[in-house]
């Protein structure tokens, strides 16, 4: 190549990468200026910092490395990194049904409930008026045909005074929502701008405390994030509070929980890795069959088998779901003919069914990877050991599957971790069911850890998001723990026999 | 319940047309307001995708939150509004069930809606988390059925605008079983033969569902004197006092057992099931609600409604549920939104609308008795009569899978039928002290 055409070559590179940096950069500026827009500082600072890294890594000479990791480590950080650090920090809060306000608007909202309309009180004919000072003012006539202007006697629309129509009202609602007007024991107030109520707070607030005017009774702000009286009642809303490890340690000191959760825990785990073994095996099988060469019909066979896997998941678990009803799904009644067998209604068949399931949903992932990573084994490897007489299942034991398992070995663990949270198949499949009646907490034969502890966050009066992050939060080190052993055995097989 | 799913990620921008054409030129004119431009009022429908957080619509004066089937008479209504008082008005259709969820997590963000439709049972999340406003209904407060009227008021203060009743009812074939059973003794003989002779698969086709459904076994229940809570001196339900397993919750538990081993009641059976079975004439009753009537209609069912006999001795109360308009606490335009749901929907013609397009009891009294010749109006509503309204407090939710597990599993055998409704109780208190 000359170099002309090699420098033209570059020149050309560096249009493109200026164009395609320079695209980044115009979205970014776009981000910026939205993000200001709506005070959203987080997003912000995060869009200024990546487009900074990107700018500088794709222009400095230094960072070669770099320009083919920073994409996919910035996706990293924020879909992964970001959302497990989120999720452990909301698992130090109260945040959940009662708990979803910051503590003004909370106070903010009690009060504006706590204002009540006088019992018995009749109702106020009322017009908006805008005094000759743009004022508002309340013009109300009571059921007795008796006409007042904020509280005193008045005849009608004093002549510097003027009639607000509703389209005014509109743009200026805080200000006629805001209008109180004492009249009798209460004040006069309009919510709709034509009709006035007698209304009367019935909590006052200071230092604080609020105080029922009523009963007398004293509500103190406590760290439970709520307005508490001395006999424990509350006021709703709350509002959001840290309140440090509690969330946690409730996980691990609950009486009720712990039992349970352990009984959980190892069929949590029974579950992952009966799921992973089953699929890999029915799948492995396939793969090895359907790669002889000549086989008749393998294109068709080989897209047959990748059909499961091609429904959503969710959809294949509810028919497995109608199919595996004990009195009318189509196992029992059409396939053995009538039989009575308690498919989802047997806690120990439940596990099979789920599993069975699973097996149906996953052995096709499992079936095209192995067809992959036999087909890049190398053929000459096979023949030196049948040359070396290897019979076949020698051959398998001692060649294939070793080196199958050095290219699918990080899958398997990633499907691992996968089936330890797989919610959907025992969402819809079983619900968890069935119901273990004895269990101190709901629970139900086939819940994995993920399933139990969403009946315990969310099944409970009111929703329990903090408690429910604490706890995906300990399942999250769970699974990262046992993953992290999964890959270093991994790489261990790759060591061996690369 | 179900309601069908809508076209996901649709984006119809019906009338919003009209806002792209040119502002006609108005001829000046003496009678306007000096301080007000001539605004011209519009109102439009924005179909929501059906995943992801709802925004609020941009630019509106009046914003509501609908369903797919309320919200075409909402948009009619709402286009009348905008033109009487020149304001914009936007309604954007989500699913039903999305719409309590969005309003908690979504008002206090800033893009939640003024006006919502929903059900009263929603009121206690949305109360504990300060995300309805009451609403003032005055004078129209005696204009509606009490039940209704107490459904919507939570702590004393009334919440919504109640527009339809919806509550269970006996679905009877009349080809299949020509006479009202008198008791349900005498339904379930009734149902039993007809499987005998083969001209009937199920003889009540009755939900339970792989959780079991406490919301269409209460009437059975509460026939033999049970009940979910009892009630406070001031109407509402108190959470302490759960009577699930009082005498007349033990009785209930037994007679399921009964039921199940004369195997007229089967814990297979679920919803589609049911349906099925009464709607190809396989089944002589049903215990469903409003939501089933056109379905059974479209089979060719003859159809009678009627309320539920009692199992107990006792009325058999379903819980009735209550829809209706309620008022964001974190509206953006209260005054509006008042105005237009004490003024334009609180009206009898609106509530007739409403009735034309849903066929569910009104809750306007008026308006129930311009409809009520209607036959299976007027069953439902005798069987709602002696209905009680469904719980809103926020106890409920810890009631509903625990009592919906024990009745499934009497149901199923698991063991002995006073033992388990106990421990479904004690599950269930255990939640609630929390």
């Known amino acids: ?498 | 319940m179900r309601r069908p799913a809508l076209a996901l990620g649709l984006v119809l921008l019906a009338a919003a047309c009209g806002s792209q054409a040119p502002e006609q030129a108005q001829p000046p004119s003496p009678s306007a307001s000096a301080t007000s431009p001539a605004a011209k009022g519009e109102a439009t429908t924005i179909v929501e995708p059906t995943d992801g957080p709802i925004k609020r619509a941009a630019a509106a004066d009046l914003v509501i939150w609908a369903d797919d089937t309320r919200s075409p008479i909402i948009q009619k209504i709402a286009e009348k509004f905008a033109a009487d008082k020149g304001v914009k008005v936007a309604v954007q259709q989500l699913e039903f069930g999305d719409i309590r969820d969005n309003l908690v997590t979504q008002g206090p963000a800033g893009e939640g809606p003024d006006v919502v439709i929903g059900a009263h049972d929603w009121l206690g999340k949305l109360v504990t988390n300060g995300a309805v406003a009451p609403l003032e209904l005055g004078d129209k407060l005696g204009q509606f059925k009490e039940v209704a009227i107490k459904a919507f008021s939570y702590d004393g203060q009334v919440y919504g605008l109640p527009y339809a009743i919806e509550n269970i009812a006996l679905f009877r074939n009349t080809e299949l079983a020509p006479e009202t059973p008198k008791s349900f003794d005498e339904l379930m003989k009734v149902g039993l033969d007809l499987v005998k002779q083969k001209k009937a698969t199920l003889p009540l086709a009755l939900q339970v569902g792989p959780e079991g459904d406490p919301y269409h076994f209460f009437p059975i229940a509460s026939s033999f004197g049970s009940g979910v809570f009892d009630v406070k001196a001031d109407g509402g339900y108190d959470p302490a006092k759960l009577l699930i397993d009082n005498e007349g919750g033990l009785a209930f538990a037994k007679a399921l057992d009964g039921w199940r081993k004369s195997k007229a009641l089967s814990a297979d059976v679920t919803y589609d099931i049911a349906k099925e079975a009464f709607n190809s004439g396989k089944a002589p009753f049903q215990l469903t609600g409003p939501w089933n009537t056109d379905d059974a209609v479209k089979a060719g069912i003859k159809l009678a409604v009627e309320p539920i006999p009692s199992a107990g001795g006792k009325p058999a109360a379903p819980f009735v549920g209550v829809q209706g308009f309620m008022i964001s606490a974190n509206a953006k335009n209260k005054l509006v939104a008042n105005e237009f749901v004490l003024n334009y929907l609180g009206t009898p013609e609106v509530s007739k609308e409403l009735y034309d397009s849903g066929k569910r009891p009104p809750a306007m009294t008026s308006v129930y008795e311009q409809v009520k010749s209607d036959p299976i109006i007027a069953g439902f509503a005798a069987a709602g009569d002696i209905g009680q309204p469904l719980p809103s407090i926020p106890a409920m939710d810890a009631v509903w899978t625990e009592y919906g597990h024990a009745e499934r599993d009497i149901l199923l055998g698991k063991g002995d039928p006073v033992k388990l409704m106990k421990q479904a109780a004690t599950k269930i208190r255990d939640k609630i002290g929390d």
């Not at chain 1, 497990?84 to 130090?92: K, L």
């Not at chain 1, 903010?108 to 004919?125: C, D, N, T």
């Not at chain 1, 439970?224 to 490890?245: C, H, I, N």
């Not at chain 1, 099944?459 to 408690?467: K, L």
């Open chain 1, 1 to 498: 190549m000359t170099d002309l055409a090699r420098s033209g070559q570059r020149l050309g590179s560096l249009a493109g990468k200026l164009l395609l940096v320079g695209l980044v950069n115009a979205l970014a500026v776009y981000g910026l200026v939205a993000t200001y827009a709506v005070r959203d500082w987080g997003i912000f600072a995060v869009i200024l910092v990546a487009t900074a890294a990107v700018d500088y890594v794709y222009f400095s000479r230094r960072t070669l490395a770099s320009r083919y990791l920073l994409p996919g480590l910035i996706f990293l950080l924020i879909f992964q990194v970001y959302v497990v650090i989120y999720t452990a920090y909301a698992g130090f809060t109260n945040v959940g049904d009662g708990h979803n306000l910051d503590k003004p608007r909370a106070l903010q909202h009690i009060l504006a409930v706590s204002e009540k309309r006088v019992p018995g009180s009749p109702p106020y004919k009322v017009q908006v008026l805008a005094g000759p000072d743009d004022r508002l003012h309340l013009l109300a006539t009571g059921p007795d045909g008796r006409t007042t202007l904020d509280g005193r006697p008045a005849t009608g629309v004093p002549a510097d005074h003027r009639v607000l129509p509703f389209r005014d009202l509109v743009g200026r609602q805080q200000e006629v929502l805001a209008l109180r007007v004492p009249l009798q024991d209460g004040s006069l107030r309009t919510e709709d701008g034509s009709t006035g109520y007698i209304a009367k707070p019935t909590l006052r607030y200071a230092d604080d405390t609020l105080t029922d005017t009523v009963t007398g009774t004293v509500y103190r702000a406590t760290e439970r994030g709520y307005f508490e009286s001395a006999d424990g009642k509350v006021l709703t809303p709350g509002w959001k509070e840290v309140v440090g490890l509690d969330n946690y340690v409730r996980a691990f000191t609950d009486e009720r929980l712990r039992a349970p959760l352990l009984s959980v825990f190892a069929w949590t785990f029974a579950f992952a890795a009966l799921s992973v073994l089953t699929t890999f095996a029915l799948g492995l099988l396939l793969a090895l069959t359907l790669n002889r060469e000549g086989l008749r019909g393998r294109g068709i066979y080989r897209s047959l088998l990748v059909l499961p896997y091609a429904v959503p998941s969710f959809l294949s678990a509810l028919v497995w779901t109608g199919m595996l009803n004990q009195s009318f799904g189509f196992v029992n009644h059409g396939l053995l003919g009538g039989a009575d067998i308690p498919w989802l209604n047997d806690a120990t068949l439940a596990k099979v069914s789920v599993l069975l399931v699973n097996l149906w949903l996953g052995f096709p992932y499992m079936f095209l990877i192995c067809t992959g990573a036999l087909q890049a084994v190398p053929a000459e490897v096979n023949e030196a050991a049948r040359i070396d007489g290897a019979g076949p299942w020698q051959l398998f034991r001692r060649v294939t599957l070793p080196l199958l398992l050095v290219s699918t070995g990080p899958l398997l663990v990633a499907s691992f971790a996968f089936n330890f949270n797989n919610f959907t198949v025992i969402y819809f499949v079983t619900g968890g069911g069935p119901n273990i009646p004895d269990a101190p907490i709901t629970l139900g034969s086939t819940d994995l850890l993920i399933s139990a502890v969403y009946k315990v966050a969310f099944g409970g009066a009111g929703r329990e998001w903090g408690f429910a992050c604490a706890m995906s939060t300990i399942i999250f080190l769970v699974v990262a723990a046992i993953s992290a052993a999964g890959f270093r055995r991994t790489r261990a097989l790759e060591e061996t026999y690369s």
